[in-house]
């Protein structure tokens, strides 16, 4: 089982989180999104670097998503957890068993009090695979995973 860290908004200002709790996924691109250029994304949000972390992720692995504290901040809150429970490669969608939510928003989830965690590099849409095996990410990913 390996660990995720996924984004809550498109292009860093649309708000896409209530959609993904009440639809039951999590999606790192919309291939029928007509008014973005992938050609606009570069490095660590490069479309390619996403798609290729999206091919690793596996049913029954955990996700987080999380949203960065402002622009230079070190910290990134936790939103919602949840567990894959099926993928569709096509689609590059991830249908998620959403099992929490932060306390400060409306949905019929049970709730954990916002944590804010350290940043870790994870400022793109996509981040891992993580394993508790490795000693350096276990600390962190029971911050972000414990609640």
Not at 51 to 56: D, E, M, T, V
Not at 108 to 133: A, M, T, W
Request: with cysteine.
């Amino acid at each position: 089982m390996n660990y995720w860290l996924v984004g809550a908004t498109w292009g860093g200002s649309e708000d896409a989180l209530e959609v993904f709790l009440k639809r039951g996924y999590w999606y790192c691109w919309d291939l029928n999104k007509e008014d973005v250029n992938p050609d606009e994304f570069k490095g660590g949000n490069s479309i390619s670097r996403q798609l290729s972390s999206f091919s690793c992720i596996k049913v029954d692995d955990r996700i987080a998503v999380k949203r960065l504290c402002g622009k230079g901040a070190k910290d990134m809150r936790i939103l919602a957890l949840g567990i894959v429970k099926d993928i569709c490669h096509k689609e590059h969608r991830i249908y998620v068993d959403w099992i929490a939510v932060t306390d400060s928003i409306d949905a019929n989830l049970p709730k954990f009090k916002e944590k804010k965690v350290d940043l870790g590099g994870c400022i793109s849409s996509i981040h891992g695979p993580y394993s508790l095996e490795s000693e350096n990410d276990k600390i962190w990913l029971q911050q972000i995973f414990c609640i």
